[in-house]
């Protein structure tokens, strides 16, 4: 019985978008992991707390209105998610775990003293409106508010090159988180004057499992973004190997490189290679590469990676000791300048004959990066100043003082991650009469 080749290439493309689509979803068990090994112990719990609530939070108003809004940006008219034909809903969730990576990467920056409901709010705020602007002018519109500059500054149109989000979620994602720590502001001891005093994660192996499940997940991030795995050609149909492998090389390469990269840097500064530096690099290094996976030689990765991880000491440095902003997790230099780095580098790395396919030259084609790249900032940092100075001047954007000394995980939440290493009397209940530890961390007046 004879199948029709566009039936058989949907179902298959659909079924590579869902599964991609999980496993970057998975993403957030690691996201979680990573910032719960860089916080204090008695604030482990309020950051898997906040994982938990970006995605539930987050997806369900990105459902509801970021997704329409993002179509009306575009000029495509307010079209909800809801309205879409359930086979629309495939592309809507590739789409929602896209935007709740850029959402989570926030609550990294402004970990150990900002309220739950002060997260939770800019979250909303992200997913119904910031991160959907910014996809309405790139990936949503045809060509895109940055094709439509260039064509006034250059007279002829190119459109942002940003294959799987190296800006458009990660670089946005450390921008709005460094806007957001510096309005918070650092926490309690971290700064006095000019001396800078370090306060250690409480886990380099939650840290580093962490950056392991990341960067795991990334394959689904970049390669799955090769959404059209087979494409009809006449009666026939073509398998994408060449699309795929180029972005699966890119993606490897690139974290190698980053992961690298930082490891040298850190030593060349401490003559110490330090653990989270070199996780760090990794992601840093994926970063970079993620805007351009589809365009970059060979050698364009090792380049992009390694400078994304070798920046991220310098970059780490100069947020702590410079602008004195509390960045806990580095989500600027891991995922804003790297972010950054990559999209800007896209002509200088661009494999042989991309830029003459498009018909640009260096030149141009870095104008419109550009471009895009400080549209996005600008439009991060005034959104999200917005969102979070408003919270802080009704009082709601941070813990008081006493609260973030206990902790959030008791202030926030009543429970203690790790109860038999609490202080003072341990929580106990009695089975027959003899007491035994709880491990629920509930409250030892229960």
Known sequence: MAVDPSVLTDGVNSLWILVVTFLIFFMHAGF??????????????????????TWSVGVSLFFVVGYGIAQAVAGLGFTPAFDLAPTGWIDWLFGAVFAMTAATIVSGAVAGRAKLRAYVTYTIVLAAVIYPVVIGFTWTAETGLVASITGMVLGTEIAFQDFAGGMIVHGMGGIAGLTAAWILGPRLGRFDGDSVTVIPGHSITFAVLGTL?????????????QFEILVTQGDGIAFMGDALGRVAMATTLSMAAG?????????????????????????????????????????????????????LPVVFTFVEKRLHIDDVCAVFPVHGSAGMLGALAFPFVAAPGVLADRGVTVVEAFVAQVIGVS???AWTVLATALVWGGLRALGEARVSAPHERDGLDASEHGVETYPEFGAGEEPTVMTDGAPELRTDGGGRDE
């Open 259 to 311: 992961a690298m990269g930082a490891g040298l840097v850190a030593w060349l500064k401490t003559g110490k290679v330090d653990t989270l530096y070199v996780a760090n690099g990794l992601l840093a290094g994926l970063v970079g590469i993620t805007a351009i996976p589809n365009t970059t030689a060979w050698w364009g990765a090792f380049v992009v990676g390694g400078l994304a991880g070798a920046q």
């Open 375 to 377: 549209l996005i900032a």
């Open 213 to 225: 499940m990341l960067a795991f997940g990334w394959y689904g991030f970049n390669v799955g973004t």
């Open 32 to 53: 979680a992991m990573l910032e719960a090994g860089q916080v204090r112990a008695k604030n482990v719990a309020n950051q898997l707390t906040k994982n938990l609530l």
